[in-house]
T-cell receptor
């Protein structure tokens, strides 16, 4: 069975501070992992993905994530938060025929 | 091609009415997915197509929900006899079937049942 757990439904950071959004997964098959961002009343936009190879993945807007098999984690980070990063972030695992999403983390950036 | 297009963007309907949503995927994408998203939750998988074949529909929420993709291009999602609990954002996404590629999402159709 596949599932995704995002720890912390709400995260607040100061502008310029480190962003860390946590994601743990459960998968019966080798996981393909994704982070998506959603702005209000919009669809989801891909930030980055891990399929195979290098475990540190870089995405758009300065975000990156590291796949740690031993910890079954795929946490999303950004060294310095910007006001435009305020949004909802979703971690997802792909099984070959569908994406399973976590419940999301709402990121607030404080000026 | 500008991405996945969904129509309408918003739909308000009275309880008991039928509604139909349309999704136009990215033209070269042969996979098409439907998801439902309620407030404060992640997208919940409903069904998907590869070309015109509906390969998974067991996650459709009830027999009031049905989806079609008759020519392997656009798709429709119909909800019959709507209930207030059907109020949600309905998201469509498309992708290539080969390899592990990301799904590209439309902006969604927000349904409100009154």
């Amino acid at each position: 069975a596949q599932s995704v757990t995002q720890l912390g439904s709400h995260v607040s950071v100061s502008e310029g501070a480190l962003v860390l959004l946590r994601c743990n997964y459960s998968s019966s098959v080798p996981p393909y992992l994704f982070w998506y961002v959603q702005y209000p009343n919009q669809g989801l936009q891909l930030l980055l993905k891990y399929t195979t190879g290098a475990t540190l993945v870089k995405g758009i807007n300065g975000f990156e994530a590291e796949f740690k098999k031993s910890e079954t984690s795929f946490h999303l980070t950004k060294p310095s938060a910007h006001m435009s990063d305020a949004a909802e972030y979703f971690c997802a695992v792909y099984t070959g025929n569908q994406f399973y999403f976590g419940t999301g983390t709402s990121l607030t950036v404080i000026p | 091609d500008t991405g996945v297009s969904q129509n309408p963007r918003h739909k308000i309907t009275k309880r008991g009415q039928n509604v139909t949503f349309r999704c136009d995927p990215i033209s070269e994408h042969n996979r098409l997915y439907w998801y439902r998203q309620t407030l404060g939750q992640g997208p919940e998988f409903l069904t998907y197509f590869q070309n015109e074949a509906q390969l998974e529909k067991s996650r459709l929420l009830s027999d009031r929900f049905s989806a079609e993709r008759p020519k392997g291009s656009f798709s429709t999602l119909e909800i019959q006899r709507t209930e207030q609990g059907d109020s949600a954002m309905y998201l469509c996404a498309s992708s290539l079937a080969e390899g592990v590629t990301e799904a590209f999402f439309g902006q969604g159709t927000r349904l409100t049942v009154v």
